[in-house]
């Protein structure tokens, strides 16, 4: 067995790697810099309103979250998303278009042109990529549905997700799903074709929690207790002098462990370990982060009529000021009383950091006006809440794997040091909870010859 570990972050990715371990019997200590534990995860309760600061649900393809729930206490909290809110609509072409739920209706449905539609069903004649392997998204959306698509329908997904540049975000680190579809199949229909015969399609789970994620992340340090200490930064990482163990020191003093685990944000790790070794931290600084600002109204008494579905999210090449807007009292009910409406509005991102900069004032301003003109919202909400985020979601460009490869390579000069958290493999809540179980069953595994448990968690995910 393993032992002591002591896990540098609160967030997701850290409490739940943290709960792992000590559910295996290793004692295990977790240092947050902040007065409280679960990063971006926080829900606030506003004049009868649920608000997120940061994500607004979870996408469990594979059960990690609901399985996790149960094992915390807390599953019959889970909430999973609306039957409204399975309905999905993208701004393209100057308005609010749905998104089809099937090839038949997307064949008539008005969200791309008759061409764009017979650009896509040539998919199946695509070849595979010969190059390093590695391409952008705007490069492998192009090879397969044509710019069109890609560039109205594919860009409105990632910008649902990183918020982010379509050229520069890899397709095999940011979409790892759709590189292996190619890989497997060559052309993405025939693969899909494929899943929906071996039942390989499940469909994904959305969800959250009564009374927010929040739920979550304080059920997991209360299960942690005494062994997770908040407001307390690590300002140093060194050897001991048998060079086995690890000594971590902080403003109130240090704490001496067999392993450490950084699951802090990718530039916070690069401060700690480039006195280590400098290409750790140049590695590391490599990740870029894009800022995102998050604008939350409520109406009481309701819209009329209130949006109905998931949200809308923009493409960049539509030329609007924010980057989607939830409809968070359709798809999550139990987030607001039924006489109320709340819209929850991104802003920001990698192609409009100046506007998620915007004074308070200015901020609304601009919110306001792109309501009014996207979904014809006139009226003023009765209340208004944003959150900021400078650094907020890390971008997995062309060359990620790549980073993370030399990661790991450079970790095996540093036995019992761990990297983990979103900015590697997945910034969602599902992917941290994945990676964090991974993270924690790998460190729990016997080490055997020549084998050290320095590096990165790998995952078959």
Same mark, same amino acid.
């Given at each position: 067995?393993?032992?002591?570990?002591l896990v540098?972050g609160?967030?997701?990715?850290?409490?739940t790697?943290?709960?792992?371990?000590?559910?295996r019997?290793?004692?295990?200590?977790v240092?947050e810099s902040?007065?409280?534990?679960?990063?971006? @995860?926080?829900?606030?309760?506003?004049d009868? $309103?649920?608000?997120?600061?940061g994500?607004?649900?979870y996408?469990?393809?594979e059960?990690h979250?609901a399985r996790?729930?149960?094992?915390?206490g807390?599953?019959?909290r889970?909430r999973?998303?609306?039957?409204a809110?399975?309905r999905?609509?993208? #701004?393209v072409?100057?308005?609010?278009?749905d998104?089809?739920?099937?090839p038949?209706?997307?064949?008539?449905?008005?969200?791309?042109?008759?061409?764009a539609?017979?650009?896509l069903?040539?998919?199946?004649?695509?070849?595979?990529?010969?190059?390093?392997g590695d391409?952008?998204?705007g490069?492998?959306g192009?090879?397969?549905v044509?710019?069109?698509v890609?560039?109205?329908?594919?860009?409105?997904?990632?910008?649902g997700?990183?918020?982010?540049d379509g050229?520069?975000?890899s397709v095999?680190?940011a $979409?790892?799903?759709?590189?292996?579809m190619?890989?497997?199949?060559r052309?993405?229909?025939?693969?899909?074709?494929?899943?929906?015969?071996?039942?390989?399609?499940t469909?994904?789970r959305?969800?959250?929690f009564?009374?927010g994620?929040?739920t979550?992340?304080?059920?997991?340090a209360?299960?942690?207790?005494?062994?997770?200490?908040?407001?307390?930064?690590v300002?140093g990482?060194?050897?001991?002098?048998?060079?086995?163990?690890w000594r971590a020191?902080?403003?109130?003093?240090?704490?001496?462990a067999?392993r450490?685990?950084l699951?802090v944000?990718?530039?916070?790790?690069?401060q700690l370990l480039?006195?280590?070794?400098?290409?750790?931290?140049?590695?590391?600084?490599a @990740?870029?982060?894009?800022p995102?600002?998050?604008?939350? #109204?409520?109406?009481?008494?309701a819209?009329?009529?209130?949006?109905?579905?998931?949200?809308?999210l923009v493409?960049?090449i539509?030329?609007r000021?924010?980057?989607?807007v939830l409809? @968070?009292?359709?798809?999550?009910? #139990?987030?607001?009383?039924?006489?109320?409406?709340?819209l929850t509005?991104?802003?920001?991102?990698?192609?409009?950091?100046d506007?998620?900069?915007?004074?308070?004032g200015?901020?609304?301003?601009?919110?306001?006006?792109?309501?009014?003109?996207?979904?014809? @919202?006139?009226?003023?909400a009765?209340?208004?809440?944003?959150?900021?985020?400078?650094?907020?979601i890390?971008q997995?460009?062309?060359?990620?794997?790549?980073?993370?490869?030399?990661l790991?390579?450079?970790?095996q000069?540093?036995?019992?040091l761990?990297?983990g958290?979103?900015s590697?493999?997945?910034?969602?809540?599902?992917?941290?909870?994945?990676?964090?179980?991974a993270?924690?069953?790998r460190?729990?595994?016997?080490?055997t010859?020549?084998?050290s448990s320095?590096?990165l968690p790998?995952?078959?995910?």
């Open positions: 067995m393993t032992g002591r570990v540098v609160a967030g997701i990715s850290g409490l790697a943290a709960w792992a371990l000590k559910q019997g290793i004692p295990v200590t240092l902040e007065p409280r534990a679960g990063g971006q @995860i926080r829900s606030l309760h506003r009868g $309103f649920v608000l997120e600061t994500p607004n649900g996408l469990d393809r059960g979250v996790l729930a149960v094992a915390l807390i599953g019959d889970l999973p998303l609306s039957k809110g399975h999905r609509a993208v #701004f072409r100057s308005r609010v278009r998104l089809p739920t099937s038949r209706a997307f064949l008539r449905s008005d969200v791309v042109p008759w061409w539609k017979f650009r069903m040539l998919e199946p004649l695509t070849c595979r990529c010969t190059g390093s391409e952008s998204l490069g492998f192009r090879r397969h044509g710019r069109h890609t560039d109205h329908l594919i860009d409105a997904v990632q910008t997700i990183f918020a982010g050229e520069r975000l095999r680190s $979409f790892p799903r759709m590189w292996r190619e890989e497997k199949h052309s993405l229909v025939l693969a899909a074709a494929a899943m929906r015969t071996t039942g390989g399609g469909a994904p959305m969800g959250s009564e009374g994620l929040q979550l992340t304080e059920a997991l209360g299960a942690l207790g005494p062994d997770l200490h908040t407001g307390v930064r300002r990482l060194a050897r001991d002098r048998t060079r086995t163990r020191t902080h403003d109130g003093g240090s704490e001496t067999d450490v685990v699951t944000p990718a530039w916070s790790a690069a480039r006195p280590l070794e400098a290409r750790l931290g140049a590695t590391l600084d @990740i870029r982060y894009v995102v600002t998050v604008v939350h #109204f409520g109406w009481t008494p819209l009329a009529p209130p949006p109905e579905g998931f949200g809308v493409p960049r539509e030329h000021r924010v980057l989607g409809f @968070i009292s359709s798809a999550y009910p #139990f987030r607001s009383r039924p006489e109320s409406t709340l509005t991104l802003v920001g991102g990698a192609h409009s950091p506007i998620a900069a915007l004074d308070d200015p901020l609304i301003d601009v919110v306001r006006e792109e309501l009014r003109t996207m979904l014809g @919202i006139e009226r003023p009765s209340l208004v809440e944003i959150v900021r985020w400078p650094r907020a890390p997995y460009d062309v060359g990620h794997q790549g980073r993370l490869d030399s790991a390579e450079t970790l000069g540093l036995p019992g761990v990297l958290g979103n590697l493999r997945g910034p969602g809540v599902a992917d941290c909870v994945r990676e964090g179980l993270l924690a069953e460190l729990a595994a016997p080490e010859a020549g084998e320095a590096g790998r995952t078959t995910s």
